[in-house]
Each structure stands twice: as C-alpha cells, then as structure tokens.
C-alpha cells in the first residue's frame, strides 16, 4: 500500500481513538480495573486467541481462491504469497479501523483491500474480502438465530419475550436465505442495484457499474466459486466464525466472575447476542458507543441481574476494545516499517546480483 494511504488510514484512526478516550470518565475506569484485577488481563489476553479465529476463516478463503486459480492455469499454487501471521495483523487492524469508523465496513475492509491487492490482485484482493465480510456477517445470523433457541430452552418466556423472539428469528431467518442466495450467484452486482434505486447514490452506482462491470461479474464468480466449487472451505469458514461468537461469550464470564462467582456461560451467550444485535443496530456510531452500554443493560435486567453488573461489563469491554483498536492502528505503521525493510532487502540483492 502506498505510504500516503496507510497515514491516512493512521492519522483518521489516532484522531478518532483520542475521541473516543476523551469520552471516558477516568475515575470510574481506573475504579473499573482495580476491580476487575487479573481477570482485565485474561480479556485482553482472549481477544489475541480470537483474532486467530478471524484470521483463520479468512486465510482459508485466500487459500481455497489460489488454488483455484492455480488448477485454472495449471501451476501450483503459491502457499507462500500469504503468510498467516501477517494477514493475522492486517486483519487486527481492519476491525480497528472497523471500530473507530463510523459505519463499521467503511474504514478496514478498504483498507484490507488495499493492502492485500498488491499481493494477489485487486478482483482476488476485494473478493476476498466481500466473502470474509459475508462470513462474518453471516455466522452473527446464526448466532442470533441459536441464541434465540437457547433463550427458550433456559429462560421462562413471557408473550414479549416471546413475540421479541419471533421477531429476531424471522429476520436472521430471512437473511440467512438472501445470503445463501447472494454465495450461490454473488452479491457484487445486487448490491450495486439496490445502491442505484438510494437517493444520493443512484448516480454514482450508475457510473460505477458502467465503468467496472467486468470486474463486478468476475468478484460475482469468485464468491459464488466458494460455495458452489469448495463447500467444505465455505462451511470451515463459516463454522470458525460461529465458534468465535462463541468463544467470544468467555469474555462477558470472565468479568462477570468478578461480581458472581457462579456465573452460568449460557447467559453469558444470551447476554453477548442480545448486546450485539441491539449494538449493530446502531453500525454509525464509532466503536458503537452507547449501543453497547445499553445492551448490556437491558440484557442482564433481562436475565435478572443488576444493572450494576451490566455497567462493569460495559466499561471492561469498552477498555478492551480501546486497547485492541490502539494496537491495531500501530500495526499499520508497523506494517508500514516492514514494507519499507522488504524494498530495502530487495534491492539489495538487486544491486549484488548487478
């Protein structure tokens, strides 16, 4: 990626980090973590484990594409031209960058494309990453959709909760099906169709479309080549993306365990799927601040927990995140640094060679 952007991807997140911090009530954080203890570390700790499953859902997607094209041309295919590890911090920093702007997919999924391009070309770079974000999209339907079955077998339900329930079944429902159909025919073009019929976007898709037709169709065909051609990469895909929901329940428990020993991970998870989807509700808002809170709120009085105990979480998470999105926005420069030490090598063994 070109220096120029990197700073750029760098500069807006700093700002918007530094934001976000000045927001924070720094008695009540540092009360927060006195309490929380060891058990703040073990949070932290747990999200470089899940990153790993981010990371993998995504790497096989780039694997299974390569070999591809690979049994297209007839060659083999070059394992080496992604490395785990460096796709492992390009992707810690596209969520950061997901997490500080406004709109979520606006600031790291550009910025993964741009990244990964120079490596496997731009169709490959950008469908890639459409089908990760499919994926990842994807996996939260179904676990909204089990969650909302789980609800049901451990908590009374009352006719709200009950016609609540229905409501969210219906919708993951409903999107699970316009996603199995976008993975079988791609979704590139449909969803530049429905930009042309948005107020304020019709033009600008309209030319978009003309101009890089060619190149909608082919992402069309690399997403649809992984569910129809390779199920099983579609299906590990998906299936790392839902262990990461739930996996990611650990976190809730661990601050929980603070306040309640005997805190049950299955409430963890209702609590995780109900604070995700009132926050992703509100996708505008940068690190969706107030959303979460508020999720967190309404679903441990739900559960008949105190609204003191949905407060901590909030708070202990909102630190974790803080913390995770300052890490990724310095591995951009990182990423930056290594760039430039590879062009060094390069041309180093250019010279000698000469």
Known sequence: MKKKYQNAFFAFGIVVLVVMVTQLDFKEVWAGLQHAGYWFFAVVALWAVLYMFNTAAWYIIIRSQLEDDAHKDG???????????????????????????????????????????????????????????????????????????????????????????????????????????????????????????????????????????????????????????NPRTFLAAVLLELGCRFASAVEIMFCLLVLMPSVNYFQCVLILAFTSLFANMLFFMPLQLGGREGGFLMSVDGLGMTASAGIFVALIIRMRELIWTAIGLLLIKFEKKTEKKTEKNSEEIVNSVK
């Open 75 to 229: 060659t083999k295919a070059d394992a080496k031209k992604i490395s785990f590890w460096w796709l492992y911090k390009i992707t810690i920093s596209g969520f950061a960058l997901n997490y500080a702007t406004p709109g979520g997919l606006m600031g790291g999924e550009p910025y993964r494309i741009m990244v990964l391009s120079p490596k496997i070309g731009t169709a490959r770079a950008s469908s890639s990453v459409i089908l990760y974000v499919m994926t990842h999209i994807f996996s939260h339907l179904w676990f909204w959709l089990l969650s909302a079955a789980l609800y049901v077998i451990i908590q009374p339900v009352n006719a709200f909760m009950g016609t609540l329930l229905s409501i969210v079944a219906l919708f993951c429902i409903v999107a699970i099906w316009f996603f199995i159909k976008g993975y079988k025919k791609g979704l590139a073009n449909q969803l530049m169709r429905i930009l042309r019929h948005i107020p304020g976007a019709k033009r600008w898709a309209r030319n978009f479309i003309e101009a890089h037709q060619q190149q909608l169709d082919t992402v069309d065909q690399q997403i649809a080549a992984l569910h129809n051609q």
